[in-house]
């Protein structure tokens, strides 16, 4: 989680660039809630375009870790938007759905059980 928190980081970093330039670095009230909501929107596309694409992010291939549906097959676009979604709530939730993978029977965090989702060892 680690490396996947850098890369977020990064990404989000950059993205902010063009509306701290267009507000000038001003934000309150309407503007801070707009562009938190622009950060999701943006870490979303990442995440959601990987998972569907490969079923990999850049530390997901690390680690050679590989997000399948839970039937072994790629991730639908839906499917990977839902798990992005279940896992934004679960880490807002002070991370409970990633503390249920702790008692979970295969291991697998609440919103790949929702999401039907699941972590698999890759080859590459």
């Not at 989000?12 to 801070?32: K, Q």
């Amino acid at each position: 989680m680690t490396y996947e928190s850098l890369l977020a980081f990064a990404i989000a970093f950059f993205a902010a660039m063009p509306f701290y330039g267009a507000t000038s670095g001003r934000l309150s009230g309407f503007s801070r809630s707009l562009f938190q909501i622009y950060l999701i929107v943006i870490l979303g596309l990442y995440f959601v375009w990987c998972w569907h694409r490969g079923g990999q992010t850049l530390p997901m291939k690390t680690w050679k870790l590989r997000l399948v549906s839970a039937d072994g097959g790629p991730v639908s676009v839906r499917r990977a938007a839902l798990r992005y979604l279940l896992a934004c709530l679960s880490v807002a939730l002070a991370g409970a759905g990633l503390v249920w993978a702790a008692f979970d029977r295969d291991r697998q965090f609440l919103h790949d059980r929702l999401a039907g989702t699941r972590i698999v060892r890759s080859d590459n």
